[in-house]
C-alpha cells in the first residue's frame, strides 16, 4: 500500500489507477534499453558482441521481476 499512496502523490498518477500500472511498465520495458545505452557507453563492446546480449539478457530478466513485483504491490488496494 506504500508503494501505491507514494505513486499517488504526483499529478501525472493521483487520479488514475491504470496510469500507475502504466508507469510502472513504461520503466520496466525501458530498463534494458537504458542498460544497454549505458553498456555502450561505457564500456568497448567492439571485441564483444556476447557481452552486448549478456546485458540485454540480464536487464530483462531483472526488469521483469522488478516490474512484476511492483504491480504485485500496486494491486495490495484491491486484495
Known sequence: MKLYNRL???RLT?????RKFLLVAFIGIHLPIIALVAALLFFDLTQSKWFVVLVVLIMTLLSSILTLSILNQLTS???
Open 14 to 18: 493521483s487520479t488514475s489507477y491504470s
Open 8 to 10: 499517488g502523490k504526483y
Open 77 to 79: 488496494p484491491i486484495k
